[in-house]
């Protein structure tokens, strides 16, 4: 059986169960897009670490954002949300990075109308890949007068802030921003949500975590070994093939393989009921 036909079963098989096991399970909570959207970016930011503590934690943040991130954003006080996330931490995030993350939106929704549009301002259509645009907005935001939240010295050397905003110019994979782009980018199919029109999905690049790097060496798709922008684009470019239109429609499908049905590579029993354990150089032999 070709490839294509058996990741097009794959994804044809996502479940509902696969996505509440997922960051982006917390947009679904909202129908508003403008909702959404401020939730992808909060939900993106935080999902990198053991996936139980991530919903954890973000279940708290959203419980104090309440039924409209947006609203929310639109009216955060870093003076209020430093009394309201007090405490919080997720690895080496602390509630201050939080509160600058939500001032972060709020300066862009101010500024533009929407998270999309002040992206917008560094996107090329005419791009291959957002390699471009990813950088130009990681800068931009790490330059915002976030004084509010750190002081009039800037970020602070011991702060995380930048964590969220890496940059493809520096070389790293930006996993969690290529993540939140195909939330809102890719057509609406009951995972993606497909709210941002102004970018194609042509143009995504696959967000690369732990499990799409063993998995998609495994497929072939990239023999780099380091988890870095190269290699996204090495496995993007390889799934192009297969999709022109939508290179990384694949992604949730091939992630959960590792997230939510426990594949390491080496559980050979697992491998051979797995859906792709024909094609894959870590199959039973």
């Known amino acids: 059986m070709e490839l294509k036909t058996i990741l097009e079963a794959l994804y044809q098989n ?3 169960a696969h996505l509440a096991n997922d960051p982006l399970s917390f947009c679904h909570r909202y129908r508003d897009p403008r909702d959404q959207e401020v939730a992808g970016l909060v939900a993106s930011s935080f999902a990198y ?3 139980k503590i991530i919903k954890k934690n973000l279940a708290v943040i959203f419980d104090v954002m309440g039924t409209s991130p947006r609203r929310f954003v639109e009216r955060f006080d870093p003076r ?3 009394r309201d996330f007090a405490g919080f931490k ?3 995030n602390d509630a201050r990075d939080l509160c600058a993350l939500l001032l972060a939106a709020r300066i862009m929704i101010e500024e533009a109308g929407s998270i999309e549009k002040w992206l917008l301002r560094f996107y090329t259509p005419a791009d291959e890949d957002l390699t471009g645009p990813l950088s130009g907005f990681s800068e931009a935001v ?3 007068d976030l004084s509010p939240v750190f002081g009039p010295g800037g970020v602070p050397a011991d702060s995380y802030f930048p964590f969220f905003f890496p940059s493809p110019a520096s070389g790293s994979a930006c996993k969690r921003l290529c993540m ?3 939330w809102m980018v890719r057509p609406a199919d009951g995972i993606d949500l497909g709210i941002w029109q102004g970018i194609s999905p042509a143009q995504l690049v696959i967000p690369v975590d ?3 790097q063993r998995i998609c060496r495994f497929l072939g798709f990239t023999s780099r070994r380091q988890a870095d922008w190269r290699m996204a684009c090495e496995i993007t470019r390889a799934l192009r093939q297969l999709d022109p239109a939508d290179p990384v429609k694949y992604d949730f499908a091939i992630c959960h393989l590792g997230i939510s049905e426990g594949c390491d590579g080496k559980d050979h029993l697992k491998c051979a009921a797995c859906p792709i354990g024909d094609i894959c150089a870590a199959g039973p032999v």
């Open 180 to 182: 939140y782009l195909r």
């Open 49 to 51: 670490g053991n996936v």
């Open 210 to 212: 732990a499990h799409i």
């Open 80 to 82: 209020q949300g430093s």
């Open 142 to 144: 790490k330059s915002l």
């Open 90 to 92: 997720h690895r080496f």
């Open 14 to 16: 996502r479940s509902q």
